[in-house]
C-alpha cells in the first residue's frame, strides 16, 4: 500500500485548507484510514480516523468542530477539510491506512509522506 498526502500549504488563521490522501490499493475501502499531524518538537497527535466497517469519523480533541473527514471509495481516495484554522494547527499532516478499527498510531501499518500546512497569525 502506497499514500501520498498533498494539499498543504500556507494559509492565514481563520482560513480553510482540504488535503487529499491517494492510496494505491485495490482493496481500499477494507482499510481504516486516518490522519495525523506532528509539529515541530512535538510528538504526533491524533487528527481524524473513518473507519472501514462504518464509515464513522472520530477526532482529535483539538480539532472537533473544525475538520471533517471523508473518503471516496471509488477514486481510493481520503479528504480532511480543515476549516477555522488556527497557527496551532501548523505541522506536517501524515494520511495513514490499517485494517485495525483505532485511532492509535500502532493500529495503522501504512504511512505516506507527510504535506506541510502551515497558519500564520
Known amino acids: 500500500v502506497q499514500l501520498q498526502a498533498f494539499g498543504g500549504g500556507l494559509v492565514q488563521a481563520g482560513g480553510s485548507l482540504r488535503l487529499s490522501c491517494a492510496a494505491s490499493?485495490?482493496?481500499?475501502?477494507?482499510?481504516?484510514m486516518g490522519w495525523f499531524r506532528q509539529a515541530p518538537g512535538k510528538e504526533r497527535e491524533f487528527v481524524a480516523v473513518?473507519?472501514?466497517?462504518?464509515?464513522?469519523?472520530y477526532y482529535g480533541d483539538s480539532v472537533k468542530g473544525r475538520f471533517s473527514i471523508s473518503r471516496d471509495n471509488a477514486k481510493n481516495t481520503m479528504y480532511l477539510q480543515m476549516n477555522s484554522l488556527k497557527p496551532e494547527d501548523t505541522a506536517v499532516y501524515y494520511c495513514?491506512?490499517?485494517?485495525?478499527?483505532?485511532?492509535?498510531?500502532?493500529?495503522?501499518?501504512?504511512w505516506g509522506q507527510g504535506t506541510e500546512v502551515t497558519v500564520s497569525s
Open positions: 495513514a491506512a490499517g485494517h485495525r478499527n483505532g485511532w492509535a498510531s500502532s493500529d495503522f501499518n501504512y
Open positions: 490499493v485495490r482493496t481500499f475501502s477494507t482499510y481504516t
Open positions: 473513518i473507519l472501514w466497517s462504518s464509515l464513522s469519523p
